[in-house]
């Protein structure tokens, strides 16, 4: 009896994405996104002052004042949402009884929710006007559906870019150049209800045991070139007003397919290309600390929704050791942190993503979440 409820839990437990509402249009990335970044809303793209600006502004690189570099740093990310169905899965099967109600109430706290998880990596060397790295992303994020199927984006991201920079006219102006190789593989695709069965077939099966559409049938995987552009003018050194400028996917990035044992691939879709714009200045330095106010506008060329393009990030820091974030990004409240001392730095941000067209246009695709990333070592 035991073993009937648990095995009834993980099947309701399955069919959740098929009784939540449709998140209209998921997430919006444009680039690799970095914990840092995040913690102050995303407003990056005229501040751009460590490795980071390998993937929102290479113009950046210019400005830096010393090399730097790391090898290992891990990171993991994670909602509230994921947490939250991840104890009550685990409240259930520790259960000894066949309590339906128990697996009704999970349905039902669970509909409308989205759930994310990733772990990531970004080795990288960077030194004044040049650098490269590697961003490594592995996750899933599902975004679920009302009638009766669900958007599931699960796999790995890489991209590898290779970036110069030089300044100009009193180091006032900064000019960035990266060339990226990119490769994306999984699942992107939206399953209605008569593509679910897929999950229960693979491509073993014949036509005499099994019909319609197979998992295998929805893997993708493909790799290209891409590359971006950036722009920092700083007019005065005073408080360091400094007007930002990126082109992500310069005239698009699209993906040549792959084949895995002999079978090709779908090549995903290709990336848009993205124009970005930032200003920041610094109202207050000295004594060896700052403060860092910055504002954004992502993707201004494409088809989002006004709501889900600005970003405001504040930064409070005491030197290269602390530094203390917040911000808005997509009209939540973003905040978190970096220390860094000799071989250690930790890293942490949390911050909503806004799973609807609209920003805030229902509370339950507001999808809140937590990274962090250690360095070790160097």
Not at 43 to 68: E, I, T
Request: aromatic share 8%; with cysteine.
């Amino acid at each position: 009896m035991v073993q009937n409820a648990r095995t009834r839990v993980i099947f309701c437990i399955a069919l959740l994405p098929a009784l939540a509402p449709i998140a209209e249009a998921g997430e919006h990335r444009w680039t690799h996104f970095g914990v840092r970044p995040m913690a102050m809303g995303n407003a990056y793209v005229a501040v751009a002052d460590d490795y980071n600006a390998l993937f929102y502004n290479p113009a950046g690189l210019a400005r830096l004042p010393s090399w730097s570099g790391e090898l290992i740093n891990p990171k993991v990310a994670v909602s509230t949402n994921t947490i939250e169905t991840a104890q009550s899965i685990q409240t259930l099967l520790a259960g000894s009884s066949d309590d339906t109600d128990k697996m009704l109430d999970l349905l039902q706290k669970n509909t409308g929710k989205s759930n994310y998880f990733e772990i990531g990596l970004t080795p990288h060397l960077v030194f004044p006007g040049f650098g490269f790295g590697l961003g490594v992303d592995v996750g899933a994020n599902l975004n679920i559906h009302r009638d009766i199927g669900i958007d599931v984006d699960a796999g790995p991201r890489v991209v590898l870019p290779i970036a110069y920079a030089r300044s100009f006219f009193e180091e006032r102006l900064s000019v960035g150049l990266a060339i990226k190789g990119i490769a994306e593989g999984g699942l992107n695709h939206e399953f209605s209800i008569n593509d679910i069965s897929a999950f229960t077939k693979t491509k073993t099966d014949t036509a005499a045991t099994s019909s319609g559409p197979k998992l295998d049938d929805f893997v993708q995987g493909g790799y290209g070139v891409g590359t971006d552009f950036g722009l920092l003018f700083t007019p005065v050194r005073t408080m360091q007003p400094t007007l930002g400028l990126s082109i992500t996917d310069l005239g698009g990035t699209p993906f040549t397919k792959t084949n895995v044992s002999g079978q090709a691939l779908a090549a995903p879709r290709t990336r848009l290309p993205s124009v970005n714009a930032g200003f920041s200045f610094r109202p207050l330095e000295g004594h060896g600390m700052y403060l860092l106010t910055a504002v954004d506008a992502h993707s201004i060329n494409q088809p989002v929704h006004y709501s889900k393009k600005f970003n405001v990030g504040v930064e409070w820091g005491v030197g290269s050791i602390l530094k203390i974030d917040t911000g808005l990004h997509q009209g939540q409240i973003t905040g978190g942190f970096e220390f860094d001392i000799l071989l250690l730095a930790i890293r942490f941000a949390t911050y909503t993503e806004q799973l609807g067209t609209i920003a805030g246009q229902d509370a339950t695709l507001g999808d809140r979440r937590y990274a962090l990333q250690l360095k070790l070592l160097i």
